[in-house]
């Protein structure tokens, strides 16, 4: 089982940019298709971005898409996420997740990833 830990959340203010990372240990981090999730209070946690095992393809919540970049590092089992043009609306916590493989039609689910970090904290402020 992989481990999966967060860093680089924090405060910023509209329109500023953060980048998350992921680093994973346990595991065979270049088996895992990736993704980042995010749950706001009072709200279920929801599809952000994913990336394939390989890096083969990238997937967006329209939400996100042309602001956020996920990327992996498969020499160092890291996924990052690079947010840019950052809005309060985008404020949660933001998970790390990995499948062992998850097909397409459920890669936006977060019942198709077994492994989860602790989150970390992304507040926009306006």
């Known amino acids: 089982q992989v481990q999966l830990v967060e860093s680089g959340g924090g405060l910023v203010q509209a329109g500023g940019s953060l980048r998350l990372s992921c680093a994973a240990s346990?595991?065979?981090?270049?088996?895992?298709?990736m993704a980042w999730f995010r749950q706001a209070p009072g709200k279920e946690r929801e599809f952000v971005a994913a990336?394939?095992?390989?890096?083969?393809?990238?997937y967006y919540a329209d939400s996100v898409k042309g602001r956020f970049t996920i990327s992996r590092d498969n020499a160092k089992s890291t996924l990052s996420l690079q947010m840019n043009n950052l809005k309060p609306e985008d404020s949660a916590v933001y998970y790390c997740?990995?499948?062992?493989?998850?097909?397409?039609?459920?890669?936006?689910?977060?019942?198709?990833?077994?492994?989860w970090g602790q989150g970390t904290q992304v507040t926009v402020s306006s």
């Open positions: 990336i394939r095992k390989y890096g083969g393809g990238t």
């Open positions: 997740a990995a499948a062992s493989s998850a097909i397409t039609s459920t890669i936006r689910r977060s019942q198709s990833y077994a492994n």
């Open positions: 346990g595991g065979n981090f270049r088996s895992y298709d």
